[in-house]
């Protein structure tokens, strides 16, 4: 059972559960403010910023109105990696949709997916910087992308604005769920065990000849996408990594079996 226990009695103004808004390298810091305030005013607090061009700053603190406080307590990351650091669930939000298809939802049940995970632990809906998103490597991090089913023939919100649609999603999941936890026996695979496990996978890959690092394709990206599909538990990644380290040509269990 998760240590992060619900807490039915918790009041309406804040949301109990921990979910991070992470804005990948954002260039305007009014952009930051904005969504400080966005966010305030739905009730979440865990601000994350990764690389942000300008911070601290004062149009931040301006466009921030009364919501400072969530500005001050920003965490501020050099890399994605830091930012997603135990997390159980990570999505994405894009204006665009990915050359290989990824698993896709609408903000109404991205919203209510993050906050069943949000009940095992921290989960992460990270936004991209203003003018080209997030890349295609900071995507494969996530295991869910969020689309805005905006006007195609125009579809890019100001962040500021995206991260208010997500938050109010996220309010009124909270406000009108009344389901109970998903009982788990063993918690999901964090954000950066699941980035071991790839370059574990990747390594062992290119050992056994599958991927031929000269010429890669699309292989890992299609892979992480199965795996964001299965979203493993702990338990299960621990499996996959043992079968990795007992296939691996160049590995310890190998170099036993040869007696070496
Ligand atoms: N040209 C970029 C737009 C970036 S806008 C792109 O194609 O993604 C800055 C950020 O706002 C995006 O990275 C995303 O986090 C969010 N955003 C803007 N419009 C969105 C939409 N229609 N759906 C989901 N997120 C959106």
């Known amino acids: 059972m998760s ?105 109404r049940a991205a919203a209510a997916a993050l906050l069943e995970s949000a009940r095992e632990g921290p989960v992460a809906l990270l936004f991209g910087t203003e003018k080209s998103g997030l890349s295609n490597e900071e995507l494969d991090r996530c295991q869910v992308l969020v689309n805005i089913p905006a006007n195609p023939a125009y579809s890019s919100l100001n962040l500021g604005m995206a991260v208010q649609l997500l938050a109010y999603e996220l309010r009124l999941a909270w406000l009108g769920d009344t389901r109970t936890a998903v009982e788990r026996e063993v918690p999901l695979a964090r954000a950066d065990d699941l980035e071991r496990f790839y370059t574990h996978l990747e390594q062992v890959l290119i050992h056994t000849g599958f991927l031929d690092p000269a010429y890669p394709r699309q292989l890992m990206r299609r892979l992480r996408r199965l795996y964001a599909r299965a979203r493993p538990d702990e338990q299960e990644l621990n499996i996959l990594r043992g079968i990795l380290s007992a296939v691996d040509p160049l590995g310890e269990a190998a170099r036993r079996r040869r007696g070496e």
């Open 3 to 107: 240590t992060e226990a619900p807490r039915p009695d918790a009041s309406p103004d804040w949301l109990p559960w921990p979910v991070r808004i992470v804005l990948v390298r954002t260039t305007h810091p009014g952009n930051i403010g904005a969504a400080a305030r966005a966010m305030k005013t739905m009730g979440l607090t865990e601000l994350v910023l990764v690389a942000p061009r300008d911070f601290p700053h004062e149009e931040a603190t301006a466009r921030a109105s009364g919501a400072d406080d969530v500005l001050t307590a920003a965490r501020v990351c050099p890399t994605l990696e830091d930012a997603l650091v135990g997390c159980r669930l990570v999505m994405g939000t894009s204006a665009r949709l990915r050359s290989v298809t990824w698993p896709q939802l609408e903000p």
